[in-house]
């Protein structure tokens, strides 16, 4: 499984993807990958030597990391954990021209079987993670997006995420300086994945003023009283229980036998069929739904 995902970033050929030239298990079994050699520092680095970047140039890197991901995700591979230590930024070989900016790491990256699917999230960086991934650990392509919204944000302001509970930060206008930076990063930044850019491209025409910052939201889904199957698209409808369904996750992985118990009409039936369902199922479970009788004997 290690080897087909890092293949599939090695058929890439990218400017701004790191190169892998193999992936392999060696004859002791240990799995390896050789990928090129980037000299540059990290954005990480950068940012704790400089602080704040100016505008054009924090627009600029946006940019290149879009335009990698981008590549990635049309091969059906998300990253997973987009943060400024895995971005590299190679000096440029012509003097005066930027340098290169390189994603690197998709050591935790995520295949899906086609660019629209998500899948489970491991390995993640708390700092940048997106709210899908911190609540069900569960990450698509939006995730890689929302991360790198969190990158602009903090190369344009210098501002961190301290702690888990402050997924979203509250956008400093003053700090961000321009209109069409703040209209964008609203976006990028949206909590609901379904409100973000559906893709990397859109991101970039809009970081380029040439679509509107906002797109298209889909009226929320109606359902009927006896709780037909969610669609995938519509688990984020699902809100108020994600930290009860990431403990139920929890006991159903690693225990044997789960009892959830509770009056009627307290949601039993939504917790798992809407919430803990979808959550096993991101990390490749197959749960089956059994309706049973209140019959105690």
């Known amino acids: 499984h290690f080897a087909r995902e890092i293949q599939a970033i090695g058929r890439l050929d990218h400017p701004n993807v790191v190169r892998i030239y193999q992936a392999d298990a060696a004859p002791g079994g240990r799995l390896f990958y050789a990928m090129e050699l980037v000299r540059g520092p990290t954005l990480a680095q950068v940012l704790e030597d400089r602080g704040p970047l100016l505008p054009d140039e924090a627009r600029s890197i946006t940019r290149q990391i879009l335009a990698g991901l981008g590549a990635a995700h049309d091969a059906g591979v998300v990253h997973s954990d987009v943060k400024p230590s895995n971005i590299a930024l190679q000096p440029a070989s012509l003097p005066g021209s930027p340098p290169r900016v390189v994603v690197l790491d998709f050591g935790v990256s995520r295949l899906q079987s086609s660019p629209d699917k998500g899948g489970a999230s491991i390995g993640a960086s708390l700092g940048y993670m997106a709210p899908e991934q911190a609540r069900e650990a569960y990450v698509d392509q939006r995730s890689d997006l929302f991360s790198v919204g969190l990158i602009l944000y903090e190369m344009l302001t210098g501002w961190r995420r301290q702690r888990l509970n402050e997924l979203v930060p509250e956008l400093d206008v003053d700090a961000v300086g321009d209109p ?118």
């Open 180 to 297: 069409g930076l703040v209209a964008v990063l609203r976006t990028a930044l949206a909590e609901d994945a379904q409100e973000r850019f559906p893709n990397a491209r859109t991101f970039m025409a809009a970081l380029d003023g040439q679509v509107p910052a906002a797109p298209a939201i889909e009226p929320a889904p109606r359902h009927s009283l006896y709780l037909d199957a969610f669609e995938p698209r519509e688990r984020w409808r699902f809100h108020g229980r994600s930290l009860a369904t990431a403990q139920l996750a929890d006991l159903a992985l690693y225990h044997r036998v789960v009892v959830l118990t509770g009056a009627q009409g307290e949601g039993k039936t939504s917790l798992l069929r809407a919430g803990l369902a979808p959550r096993l199922e991101g990390f490749r479970w197959r749960p089956v739904y059994v309706r049973c009788d209140g019959d105690p004997v």
